[in-house]
């Protein structure tokens, strides 16, 4: 099984540069999630997006724009790249569709890693 | 601001010791989960524990939550040096699951 893939896998941009993390889960799930990875920072959530055609801000929103295309792919778009938005950033999906529906666990990609300069 | 708090942030021990690692969050909650990330993969889930729940028990992995507290706890047995790995809490924010937030993380290294 896949599970849920990412692509690409390394980027690095200029500033300014604009790009698109692709994300898709093959596990039917409902709920997806883009987060970001610094050191030491632990993860912080950028965007989620609840089912099919909703998203919402997460922790950190703020440069960042996504797209719940269907119910198997999420993306997450870089307008014009900053040397702040340097990070792995992680996709995951879950089975949540209610506080008492899913099992709740987060199922994640392997991560991209972006690097601005 | 990050919805959970772990410490120790670091901890070292030998393989065949007990690891414990805690964890304190600021709203109130439905459930708390706790995941395992190697150095350079993503999460994998570990076990959930419902605000209903005290206790819970996975193979060598016991979670408590005391939510008078706001703090939950991982008790991982017996280590072993495959178990070296950075562990992070996290919970919903009272928003049933939808809106997930980490912690920083304890990283934990079991010496062989």
């Known amino acids: 099984n896949a599970g849920v893939t990412q692509t690409p896998k390394f980027q690095v941009l200029k500033t300014g540069q604009s790009m698109t993390l692709q994300c898709a889960q093959d596990m039917n799930h409902n709920s997806m999630y883009w987060y970001r990875q610094d050191p030491g920072m632990g993860l912080r959530l950028i965007y989620y997006s609840a089912s099919e055609g909703t998203t919402d801000k997460g922790e950190v929103p703020n440069g960042y724009n996504v797209s719940r295309l269907n119910k198997r792919e999420f993306s997450l778009r870089l307008e014009s790249a900053a040397p702040s938005q340097t990070s792995v950033y992680f996709c995951?999906?879950?089975?949540?569709?209610?506080?008492?529906?899913?099992?709740?666990?987060?199922?994640f990609g392997e991560g991209s890693r972006l690097t601005v300069l | 601001s990050q919805q959970g708090e772990e410490d120790p942030q670091a901890l070292s021990i030998q393989e065949g010791e007990n690891a414990t690692m805690n964890c304190s969050y600021k709203?109130?909650?439905?459930?708390l989960q706790w995941y395992r990330q190697n150095s350079g993969r993503g999460l994998v889930h570990l076990i959930l524990i419902r605000s209903n729940e005290r206790e819970k028990h996975s193979g060598r992995l016991r979670v408590t939550l005391d939510t008078s507290k706001k703090s939950s706890s991982l008790l991982i047995t017996a280590s072993r040096a495959a178990d070296t790995a950075s562990y992070f809490c996290a919970t919903d924010e009272g928003t049933g699951g939808f809106k997930t937030i980490f912690g920083a993380g304890t990283r934990l290294f079991v010496k062989a």
């Open positions: 709203t109130s909650i439905n459930n």
């Open positions: 995951a999906s879950s089975d949540w569709t209610s506080v008492s529906v899913g099992t709740g666990e987060l199922f």
